[in-house]
């Protein structure tokens, strides 16, 4: 057993403690950090930034573009609480989950850049496009904080 998974003893309550790596701390706050991010989308979605939103869902969906944005404003309510709350065991599938719900979005993405629609301040060619980039590191963020790599690393390996 390492030294870091060897439970100490708290001497005032007598419980079994933890102690969490650096890595695992920075990893924490990733988790929290993006599910507040989430939280906080989810929550434009269904309010201030409804049209703003409105302009990134692409015309060939057969969806009235507000409920696409009301229904994915639900989704990111959803995986950011579940991001903040869902005990250790279920955090791997709830980073997958978010992560291909990242995938499912950039279809949004790539129509601003194609269309050249303003949204988010995104009003050139160039915004739009380096936006494009950061949705893989936004599916790779999901991924690492929530140990959903490791996890399917460690099922591989077996």
Do not use: C
């Amino acid at each position: 057993m390492d030294k870091l998974d060897r439970p100490l003893k708290n001497s005032r309550y007598r419980t079994p403690v933890r102690r969490r790596s650096a890595g695992e701390v920075v990893r924490h706050l990733g988790r929290w950090a993006l599910g507040a991010a989430l939280l906080g989308a989810g929550t434009g979605h269904l309010t201030t930034m409804r049209e703003e939103f409105q302009a990134q869902v692409p015309t060939w969906v057969p969806l009235d573009p507000d409920f696409v944005v009301v229904a994915s404003g639900v989704v990111e309510l959803g995986l950011g609480a579940a991001l903040i709350l869902a005990p250790a065991r279920y955090r791997p599938a709830v980073g997958g989950v978010t992560a291909a719900f990242f995938v499912a979005i950039f279809p949004g993405n790539i129509s601003q850049y194609v269309t050249g629609s303003d949204a988010f301040g995104l009003d050139s060619d160039r915004a739009r496009l380096v936006r494009l980039f950061f949705q893989p590191v936004l599916v790779a963020w999901a991924l690492w904080s929530t140990g959903a790599w490791r996890a399917w690393r460690n099922r591989n390996n077996r």
